[in-house]
């Protein structure tokens, strides 16, 4: 079991192991002393997970509620904050009682948000079940729900109380959401650790949840180490977005058809290409992260054109009044922020989407 500690505006602790599923109760008794707790899930989750999470919660003494959404991009929505608000409210929820996102990024950024509105903050827990909630979502405190603008428009920073990520978790994930996962791994290797992106793109371990544990850690080291820098996103967190300017616009031309994994992997390439076009990276980074999502299956071939994204990306909370923030690679394990003007993103995009 491997234990990474977050010293934010809360400190708490990231847990990766097997089996942590069984044990949540005990773990979850150790930060909480709520009498009440509302497990939020999908249907996919509910199915696989909810009677192990639950069982363990009751065991431990809490009175346990379940609250079920569909899966999918699109139960991130004011709506459906309004009704687990109404629901914790119709249940008597206090301050002291808690909720457990169990599930993927949507699930924790759902929870995460209701968590920060009701009643002005109660305590969440974050179960991540994909390898992409477990080292993007669940840590760092960032929770939202999209708008019809474009996505994580509505939001807060509220940090969990604990994230319990149970590696068997992996062993139901569909092979197209591990590869999820995979991309923003990849992301945080190229951006801040070159040997955790070396062993991504070119070592083997002997079992997929060594494979998983080992980076997994890498990875939200990477993220807790930039969000202890800057909790509120105004300065070297924003290392964190590289590829997803474009991803989100993706995500949002394609009406969330495209997967976040999928549309960051998009962007990462694209803003490889266009930054050592432009001469701002010290190496062509494209090649070895595009080798390396090659070797995993990852397509990173966009559908849409420049304009398309640039309109898109233009609705994202990146911008700032007549700027935008770039992230970029100055090499394997080091990244940097431009600032352009918004008028410069279309040729930004067109550079890297050249072939």
């Not at 991309?183 to 998983?212: M, W």
């Not at 997803?244 to 993706?250: K, R, W």
Request: proline share 3%.
């Amino acid at each position: 079991m491997l234990n990474i500690t977050v010293n934010a505006s809360r400190k708490y602790d990231v847990v990766i192991g097997e089996g942590l599923m069984e044990s949540a109760g005990r773990m979850v008794r150790g930060v909480s002393s709520a009498r009440k707790v509302c497990v939020i899930c999908d249907t996919t989750t509910r199915d696989l997970f909810s009677e192990t999470v639950i069982g363990s919660l009751a065991g431990a003494g809490f009175d346990t509620h379940l609250l079920i959404f569909a899966p999918g991009e699109q139960t991130k929505s004011m709506s459906n904050l309004s009704r687990i608000l109404e629901y914790l409210a119709d249940r008597h929820f206090t301050r002291t009682d808690l909720l457990v996102a169990l599930g993927g990024g949507v699930i924790g950024d759902l929870t995460g948000f209701a968590a920060a509105c009701y009643l002005r903050g109660i305590n969440f827990v974050q179960m991540p079940t994909t390898l992409l909630s477990a080292v993007d979502a669940s840590v760092g405190g960032k929770t939202a729900v999209n708008l019809k603008a474009g996505k994580n428009l509505a939001g807060a920073f509220h940090q969990p109380a604990i994230v319990l990520f149970d590696t068997n978790a992996m062993e139901s994930l569909p092979e197209e959401q591990f590869k999820e996962g995979l991309s923003e791994i990849i992301k945080c290797g190229v951006i801040g650790d070159k040997d955790l992106f070396e062993y991504v793109a070119y070592k083997e371990a002997p079992r997929i949840n060594d494979f998983v544990e080992m980076t997994a850690e890498r990875a939200i080291i990477v993220k807790r180490d930039l969000v202890e820098q800057d909790e509120y996103d105004v300065g070297p967190r924003k290392l964190l977005n590289f590829g997803h300017t474009m991803g989100h616009a993706v995500e949002l031309c394609s009406g969330y058809e495209i997967p976040h994994g999928h549309a960051v992997a998009m962007g990462m390439l694209a803003a490889c290409k266009a930054s050592y076009r432009k001469g701002w990276s010290n190496e062509d980074c494209a090649i070895p992260v595009w080798q390396t999502l090659e070797r995993y299956g990852i397509d990173p071939k966009c559908p849409f054109d420049a304009d398309e994204l640039a309109s898109a990306a233009l609705k994202d909370k990146k911008r700032s009044g007549t700027k935008i923030s770039l992230v970029v690679p100055l090499q394997i394990g080091e990244g940097a922020l431009m600032d352009i003007d918004v008028e410069e993103l279309p040729e930004f995009f067109r550079l890297g989407l050249e072939g």
